[in-house]
C-alpha cells in the first residue's frame, strides 16, 4: 500500500475515531497540524451536524466535513454541498416513526436539531450529538433547513426497525442507513459519506488513490466504497470488515491515529 500519495483522510467520528467515552485519541490536534504541513485534508465524516463537527474542530486549514451523513459538506467556512429534505417528507417521516415504533423523531439541520416536546427525557444523550435542539409541539408545524431525519432507537433495534419499517417504506426513495444500534438515517435519495467525500476531492482535485477513509458502520460503507485506501476498525460490522481493503485496530486502541503515524512517517521529511 502506497500512503505517499494520500492526500485526504477523512474518518468516521463515533466507535472509529472517538474511544468508548466519546473522547478523541490523546493529542490529535497535534497530528491534524502534522497532516496540514504535509499537504493532507483531514475530513470528519459523521452523522452528526456540521455545528458539532465544528465543535469538535474548529476550522482551520486542512479539515473539511461531511455532516449529517452527507446532508451538507464543507471545506473549512465554505459550503460546499447541501441537500435538504422537503418539509412534507419530513413530517411524514415523523409521523411514521411514532405511529409504527418505539423510536424518537430527530429532524436534523445543519444548524439545529429538532425533537418532539414530548421526549425531552432523551435531552441528555442527544445533546452529546447536537449542540443545539429545538423542542417542537406538532412537527407538523416544522419548516426548517432539515439534511437528516434520524430514529433514535433507546431500544437498540435499529437493524430490526430498518427491515420492518423504515426500509420498505424509504429506501426507494430516499438514502435510508443504519448508524449504530440506536439510530437510523434519511436523506434524500443519492446523499451519503460517499457522495460527501467524492464532492471533497473533486474540490480538491484529487484522484481516488489519494484517499483514505475509515468507518465502523452501514453508513460508512459508501465512504469506504469511494476510496482506494479503506479501513475498517477492529470493532467494526462484519459487512463494513468485509467491504473494507485494511482493518485498523479498534477505536478504543486509536487505530485511527496508528494508520494516520504510518502516513505522516511515510510523508514527513
Known amino acids: 500500500m ?47 451536524p456540521l455545528n458539532r463537527l465544528k465543535q469538535m474542530f474548529p476550522p482551520h486549514e486542512g479539515i473539511a466535513y461531511v455532516g449529517d451523513n452527507g446532508g451538507t459538506v464543507s471545506y473549512g467556512d465554505t459550503v460546499l454541498f447541501q ?48 449542540p443545539t435542539i429545538v423542542f417542537v409541539d406538532d412537527f407538523a408545524e416544522l419548516d426548517a433547513a432539515i439534511d437528516k431525519f434520524s430514529v433514535y432507537l433507546p431500544t437498540r433495534e435499529s437493524r430490526r426497525y430498518y427491515d420492518e419499517v423504515f426500509g420498505p417504506a424509504y429506501a426507494a426513495d430516499f438514502s435510508v442507513t443504519v448508524g449504530g444500534p440506536v439510530w437510523v438515517d434519511m436523506m434524500n435519495p443519492g446523499v451519503h459519506k460517499g457522495h460527501g467525500i467524492r464532492v471533497l476531492a473533486e474540490h480538491l482535485g484529487l484522484g481516488r488513490e489519494q484517499l483514505m477513509a475509515f468507518g465502523d458502520a452501514y453508513n460508512d460503507l459508501e465512504m469506504l466504497d469511494a476510496v482506494a485506501h479503506s479501513y475498517a476498525v477492529s470493532n467494526a460490522y462484519d459487512e463494513v ?25 511515510a510523508q514527513e521529511g
Open 2 to 48: 502506497d500512503v505517499a500519495a494520500v492526500r485526504l483522510i477523512a474518518s468516521d467520528m463515533d466507535h472509529t475515531l472517538l474511544d468508548e467515552h466519546g473522547d478523541l485519541p490523546p493529542d490529535f490536534h497535534h497530528y491534524l497540524r502534522r497532516l496540514s504541513a504535509v499537504g493532507i485534508t483531514f475530513v470528519a465524516a459523521s452523522g452528526r
Open 83 to 130: 441537500s435538504l429534505l422537503a418539509p412534507e417528507h419530513y413530517r411524514a417521516m415523523a409521523t411514521v416513526t411514532l405511529a409504527d415504533t418505539p423510536g424518537v423523531p430527530v429532524v436534523s439541520g445543519p444548524d439545529a436539531a429538532y425533537v418532539s416536546s414530548a421526549h425531552r427525557e432523551h435531552e441528555p444523550y442527544l445533546s452529546t450529538f447536537n
Open 241 to 265: 470488515r468485509q467491504r473494507a481493503r485494511f482493518i485498523a485496530p479498534s477505536n478504543a486502541e486509536h487505530g485511527v491515529l496508528t494508520v494516520i503515524r504510518q502516513v505522516l512517517a
